[in-house]
């Protein structure tokens, strides 16, 4: 089990929250309640990441998701816009059919298509986005309840550069250690859809193999971050450092190179109990502000 929130997988008993719960079991079950105020609080975190100054998103790009602790999530529809975001932008997915297909070595075009409608909970929920298999993974393996996925400008200036994710290897202030975590998991650049969503896996079980616990941060060579948050809050809070971080290192190129912090400098600041203290902070659910749904280019003029 993962440091930072449980994990499963597709085969397995799942433990999330105190509940146990089988795969291959009846879902729809929880309070929906609770399902629409982790809905509402996903809109919330959705437009924030749209907004246009942050150059985290433009058009489709990026998705977000977020556990609905009964064997279901919720995440972004394909085709919807993170700033535009609404509720009905929302598709419920069953884990267990996704778990069980990421598990697979092969899977056609078809299948993956087919089971994205398959396993939605309302057959007339929009189809969830071709992302939906490594958001899954990150709700399970990654041990994340909510998800943000984007394609930041500055962060991709540097994962799409002949120097790939290698900078973001070493730190350069304290904030990053604290609010992205001591090391990033990295995938390099994979086919979009399953057989990133495989990548993705393959490296959080990797990730936890070696650091025993779950990633922060991962970033997707040549594509984008993905922030693994366990509230709504973190989510924000870890792709907005990345963005800030990426921005420094950029800043750091043009002046003769990053000065990175030693070893023994980032251990302490990732062992400082205040630094802790922020941490779960940050990780405490918490109200996460919605913005005004951003307006439609057509509403210009
Ligand atoms: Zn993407």
């Not at 393996?141 to 930041?152: K, M, N, P, S």
């Not at 973001?168 to 859809?193: E, Q």
């Not at 490296?203 to 650091?211: A, D, I, K, N, W």
């Amino acid at each position: 089990m993962s440091s930072r929130g449980e994990s499963r997988t597709a085969d397995d008993t799942l433990t999330h929250g105190g509940v146990e719960i089988t795969a291959g079991r009846s879902v729809g079950t929880m309070n929906d309640d609770t399902a629409v105020a982790i809905g509402e609080r996903l809109v919330g975190l959705s437009r924030n990441l749209g907004q246009e100054q942050r150059g985290l998103a433009i058009l489709g790009e990026g998705n977000v998701s977020a556990d609905c602790f009964d064997g279901t999530f919720l995440v972004k529809a394909s085709g919807s816009s993170l700033a535009r975001l609404e509720a009905g932008d929302l598709s419920r997915v069953r884990f267990a059919p996704i778990l069980g297909l990421l598990e697979r070595e092969t899977v056609s075009d078809e299948e993956v298509q087919h089971e994205l409608g398959a396993s939605l909970v309302e057959a007339g929920h929009k189809k969830p986005s071709v992302e939906t298999f490594f958001h899954a993974a990150c709700l399970t393996e990654g041990g994340a309840r909510w998800v943000a996925h984007t394609h930041a400008v500055a962060i991709n200036q540097i994962l799409c550069s002949a120097r790939g994710a290698q900078p973001f290897l070493g730190h350069i202030f304290p904030d990053a250690i604290v609010v992205c975590g001591k090391v990033p998991a990295v995938v390099p650049y994979v086919d979009p859809g399953f057989p990133l969503a495989s990548a993705v896996l393959a490296e959080l079980r990797r990730y936890r193999e070696v650091h025993d616990q779950s990633p922060r941060l991962l970033l997707m060579e040549n594509h984008g971050a993905i922030a693994l948050g366990q509230s709504a809050r973190e989510a924000l809070a870890i792709t907005l450092m990345a963005a800030k971080w990426a921005t420094l290192l950029h800043g750091t190129y043009a002046l003769g190179g990053p000065r990175f912090l030693s070893a023994v400098d980032v251990e302490r600041i990732d062992s400082r109990s205040d630094e802790h203290y922020r941490r779960r902070a940050l990780s405490q659910d918490g109200p996460v502000e919605t913005p005004q749904r951003a307006a439609d280019a057509s509403d210009d003029g």
